[in-house]
């Protein structure tokens, strides 16, 4: 039984490693955004204060999109959740259509 | 704005977050669920003022996946656009003919097409890659250089 939980996880995360992704974005269709972000976007990475067409093209679409109830102050708050593996998972939390919070288990994709 | 708007906004995010949606086709999804005219307008005309809604950059985007993943020529990009709700002018901003860059997506859709044939084409899988790349939007002169290459391929 061990074995075969080993083997398992182990082919999720061999799975999660080997796959490449499209390539989400093209020179033209991020110029006109600063140069900071177009290096995020190179990167894959997201970082506070984005976009949410810019958190697209750094991540795709989410899998899930989930209206939160307004803060204190009223503002509109919606939650984007992206479930790679069953390992990981991240939520992106968007105040009036800007990126400011993310609570992530996957390593290494936040700047 | 009504509770109706704010509702009918609230969809709009929804879709818009999963992939880029057109005007048209946002416009189409919101008289489907049954919102009123008056609805549609006002929130199609917030969500092009905040910059979700972008014709101009789908056009960018559909342009990519078309020629990228789907292996369209350009006049299959630009029919795949329209079908995708993007009026002429838009599509004619995003889209400059470029030979070269036609003509190695052919290659690579003949190179799709030959791994999956064995390497080898007959007489007739010749003509139905003829026909795949006519129904793609290749132009005659780029399926005619590109086939030129396979014969010359086979000889070696």
């Given at each position: 039984?061990?074995?075969?939980?080993?083997?398992?996880?182990?082919?999720?995360?061999?799975?999660?490693?080997?796959?490449?992704?499209?390539m989400r974005y093209s020179a033209e269709e991020i110029r006109d955004f600063?140069?900071?972000?177009q290096?995020?976007i190179k990167?894959?990475?997201?970082?506070?204060?984005?976009?949410?067409?810019?958190?697209?093209y750094?991540?795709?679409?989410?899998?899930?999109?989930?209206?939160?109830?307004?803060?204190?102050?009223?503002?509109?708050?919606?939650?984007?959740?992206?479930?790679?593996?069953?390992?990981?998972?991240?939520?992106?939390?968007?105040?009036?259509?800007?990126?400011?919070?993310?609570?992530?288990?996957?390593?290494?994709?936040?700047? | 704005?009504?509770?109706?708007?704010?509702?009918?906004?609230?969809?709009?995010?929804?879709?818009?977050?999963?992939?880029?949606?057109?005007?048209?086709?946002?416009?189409?999804?919101?008289?489907?669920?049954?919102?009123?005219?008056?609805?549609?307008?006002?929130?199609?005309?917030?969500?092009?003022?905040?910059?979700?809604?972008?014709?101009?950059?789908?056009?960018l985007?559909?342009k990519r996946?078309?020629?990228?993943?789907?292996?369209?020529?350009?006049?299959?990009?630009?029919?795949?656009?329209?079908?995708?709700?993007?009026?002429?002018?838009?599509?004619?901003?995003?889209?400059?003919?470029?030979?070269?860059?036609?003509?190695?997506?052919?290659?690579?859709?003949?190179?799709?097409?030959?791994?999956?044939?064995?390497?080898?084409?007959?007489?007739?899988?010749?003509?139905?890659?003829?026909?795949?790349?006519?129904?793609?939007?290749?132009?005659?002169?780029?399926?005619?250089?590109?086939?030129?290459?396979?014969?010359?391929?086979?000889?070696?």
């Amino acid at each position: 039984m061990k074995k075969i939980c080993i083997a398992l996880v182990l082919s999720i995360l061999a799975a999660s490693a080997g796959c490449t992704k499209a390539m989400r974005y093209s020179a033209e269709e991020i110029r006109d955004f600063p140069p900071e972000i177009q290096e995020n976007i190179k990167n894959g990475e997201i970082s506070m204060g984005m976009t949410m067409p810019q958190v697209r093209y750094a991540w795709g679409g989410p899998d899930q999109v989930i209206f939160l109830t307004p803060g204190e102050d009223g503002k509109e708050r919606v939650e984007w959740l992206y479930q790679d593996t069953p390992l990981f998972k991240t939520r992106l939390v968007f105040t009036e259509g800007l990126l400011t919070g993310i609570l992530s288990s996957k390593p290494g994709s936040i700047k | 704005m009504t509770d109706s708007a704010h509702e009918a906004k609230r969809y709009s995010f929804k879709l818009l977050s999963y992939r880029g949606r057109s005007e048209s086709e946002l416009e189409e999804r919101l008289r489907r669920k049954g919102y009123s005219e008056i609805v549609i307008t006002a929130v199609l005309k917030d969500l092009k003022q905040s910059g979700y809604l972008d014709d101009a950059a789908l056009a960018l985007q559909l342009k990519r996946i078309g020629r990228e993943r789907k292996l369209l020529g350009h006049q299959g990009i630009r029919l795949f656009l329209q079908k995708r709700g993007i009026s002429d002018d838009v599509a004619d901003q995003a889209l400059d003919y470029d030979e070269d860059e036609e003509l190695r997506s052919a290659q690579r859709l003949i190179e799709k097409r030959l791994r999956s044939a064995g390497s080898r084409l007959d007489e007739g899988g010749k003509r139905r890659l003829r026909n795949l790349m006519i129904r793609r939007g290749y132009s005659f002169d780029v399926i005619r250089k590109t086939m030129k290459n396979l014969d010359f391929q086979e000889v070696e």
